[in-house]
Each structure stands twice: as C-alpha cells, then as structure tokens.
C-alpha cells in the first residue's frame, strides 16, 4: 500500500524567504505525484504534478518541485514565498492500478502548515 | 474556483439522522471521487465513480453509500450518523480514470 510522509508539521519562513516543504512517500512502483494546497475554509487546489518524464517540474504561483526516485521524495520549492502562500500544504501519492482496487485513489499526507511573517 | 460544486457548505444534523451531500463535476470530467478530511484521520479516500460505475473504494463505512448519476453529479449518503462522522467531506473530479484530481470547497458536516 501506498503512504506519504510529510515531515513538518508547521513550517514558519519571512516574507522573502526561500521555502522547501518535505514529501517522501512509499510505493513499489513509479509514482504518481502531487502537491495541494488548501486555505483556511477551502478546498484543495492543484499546484503541480509528475507523472513521468522531467523530474523538476513547474507549478502555478511560481513553485517546483523535484522527484528524485533514490530518496523517494518530491520536495515542494519556492525562491520567495509571499505573505499570501500561508496555507497547508498536502503531498498526494496516486496508484493508478488498472484493474486493482486503488485505481484512482489519492493518499495524502498529513499536511505542512506555512505560516510567513512580514 | 475549480469548476467542481458542492452542496449543501454546511450542514448540522443530529446523531442517528441522514444526510445527502451533493457534487457536480468539472464539465467533461467522467471521474468522482469522494474523500473525508478530519482533524484526527486527515484527507481519506472514500470512494470513486467513473461514468456511473464504482471504481475504486477506500475505507468507506457500510453506513456510507454513494452513486453517480447519468448526468454525471453524485450523491454522498451517510446514515446513522455518530459524533465522530463529523468532518469536511470533499468531492473531486477528474477527466479520466486517472489523473489529477479538481476539488470542489467541501462540505462542513456538524454532528451534534
């Protein structure tokens, strides 16, 4: 079965400041991965995926992140975080089985907490 | 906005009732998917419906149902309801089988 890890419960950066939130997940194939973010009172929005091809890939509001298979991580990166990126912060693993019981299902993460101070 | 809508945003009911919450997918979207998130178990899956057939199920108690419809919206019924039912209950869509998931905002369930 398929689990992701999210080290960092809460994570506190200024306004400026670099940012890198921690995935490591478990799956015994090639993964597909996610990152989510959700503000207070909403629901998930899609930031960025990797299915397969380019292990650095892009998202929207200027984030990336890297899969790197030798350490089972993809690590959620921003140069310069704004005081409008607090938020949580969810990895997703999906298991895409055709024909198995998981086909389509999401494992999260237990969530990152961002707090940014001015 | 995600173009996935959910309703009721809130509900408060009472231990033992029934509730219906209701999803509308993304236009063109074949895949629903329902998943409760709590303070305690965090975002699970709960349960998948492609084009009207159950594909894929989480640990969705008995008490839990759900279904598709024609149009493509589903309905999330959950019976006999316990204080610990209690949760945001979210709703995805997706074009396909797979693929990245497009939540709706939720649904607050209060159980008193």
């Known amino acids: 079965a398929q689990s992701v890890t999210q080290p960092d419960i809460h994570i506190t950066v200024s306004e400026g400041a670099s940012l890198e939130l921690r995935c490591n997940y478990s799956y015994g194939a090639t993964p597909y991965l996610f990152w989510y973010v959700q503000s207070p009172g909403q629901g998930l929005q899609l930031l960025l995926k990797y299915f397969s091809g380019d292990t650095l890939v892009q998202g929207i509001k200027g984030f990336e992140a890297e899969f790197k298979r030798s350490q089972s991580s993809f690590n959620l990166r921003k140069p310069s975080v704004h005081w409008s990126d607090a938020a949580e912060y969810f990895c997703a693993v999906g298991a895409f089985n055709a024909g198995g019981t998981s086909y389509g299902k999401l494992t999260f993460g237990q969530g990152t907490i961002l707090t940014v101070h001015p | 906005d995600s173009g996935v809508t959910q309703t009721p945003k809130h509900l408060i009911t009472a231990t033992g009732q029934r509730v219906t919450l209701r999803c509308s997918p993304r236009?063109?979207?074949?895949?629903v998917y329902w998943y409760q998130q709590s303070l305690d178990q965090g975002l699970q899956f709960l349960i998948q419906?492609?084009?009207?057939?159950?594909?894929a199920k989480g640990n969705i108690l008995e008490r839990f149902s759900a279904q598709q419809f024609p149009d493509l919206h589903s309905e999330l019924n959950l019976s006999s309801l316990e204080l610990g039912d209690s949760a945001l209950y979210f709703c995805?869509?997706?074009?396909?089988?797979?693929?990245?998931?497009?939540f709706g905002p939720g649904t607050r369930l209060t159980v008193t």
């Open positions: 236009s063109g979207d074949l895949s």
């Open positions: 995805a869509s997706s074009v396909a089988l797979a693929g990245e998931q497009y």
């Open positions: 419906y492609y084009n009207g057939e159950e594909r």
